[in-house]
């Protein structure tokens, strides 16, 4: 079935830094999502990409649809301890059912203060 | 606005026995999802209910299976359990209708750790 690459698989970086994790796919995509998890709880909906090239932002997070339709970027800038957790990317096809969205296995973020 | 609400948070069964996990979506949300999380395979669909109906199910054996009742709670089950089943089981629900663009949005709920021995 279709596999989403997500890379860095994890990172260790120092508060106030900036951080910036991708998402590819072989396969084309028309909606991309990026999740977070914190440690024993349920991910939660950072940001929603519905449009080829689209750029959004959400606080300190920014995320771009690609232009291939084939990636995703997420940056977030100026960490802080509270961005500590496992950010997901997700994909989704023409169909518009949850059972065509594809997760990423996830970035692990460590922030040092 | 009240979270999805999953239940039990913990439990532990053996081999050989089944379980029933409990969902409560968001007010309002028709659609609900059911997903295995473990730290190998990440995140993986099980299946999703709309309306009562299942409208898509991932690649699980049959001994998974789900139901949704009229007011959207979800429940599933897995019967037989194994080892391999150890999982953090998430339960999430959205607004989105089939077709829609915002089906992908999804609120989800803490999970139901099952550990199987």
């Known amino acids: 079935g279709q596999q989403l690459n997500q890379s860095p698989q994890s990172m260790f970086i120092q508060e106030g830094e900036d951080v910036s994790m991708n998402c590819t796919s072989s396969?084309?995509?028309?909606?991309w999502l990026w999740y977070k998890q914190d440690p024993g709880e349920g991910p939660v909906l950072l940001i929603a990409?519905?449009?080829?090239?689209e750029l959004t932002s959400n606080g300190r997070l920014t995320a771009q649809f690609g232009i291939t339709r084939k990636d995703s970027f997420l940056n977030i800038s100026a960490s802080i301890p509270s961005d500590v957790g496992i950010y997901f990317c997700?994909?989704?096809?023409?169909?518009?059912?949850?059972?065509?969205?594809?997760f990423g296995k996830g970035t692990k973020l460590s922030v040092k203060p | 606005k009240a979270g999805v609400t999953q239940t039990p948070r913990y439990l532990i069964k053996t081999r050989g026995q089944q379980v029933t996990l409990s969902c409560s979506p968001i007010?309002?949300?028709?659609?609900v999802s059911w997903y295995q999380q473990t730290p190998g395979q990440g995140l993986q669909f099980l299946f999703e209910?709309?309306?009562?109906?299942?409208?898509n199910k991932g690649n699980f054996p049959g001994r998974f299976s789900g139901r949704q009742f009229s007011n959207s709670r979800s429940e599933m089950n897995v019967s037989t359990l194994e080892l391999g089943d150890s999982a953090l089981y998430l339960c999430?629900?959205?607004?989105?209708?089939?077709?829609?663009?915002?089906?992908?949005?999804?609120?989800f709920g803490e999970g139901s750790r099952l550990t199987v021995l």
């Open positions: 999430a629900s959205s607004s989105g209708t089939s077709g829609g663009a915002r089906t992908g949005e999804l609120f």
């Open positions: 396969s084309i995509f028309n909606t």
């Open positions: 990409l519905y449009k080829a090239g």
């Open positions: 997700a994909g989704q096809n023409y169909g518009g059912s949850q059972g065509n969205l594809i």
């Open positions: 007010s309002g949300h028709r659609s």
């Open positions: 209910y709309f309306s009562e109906t299942q409208r």
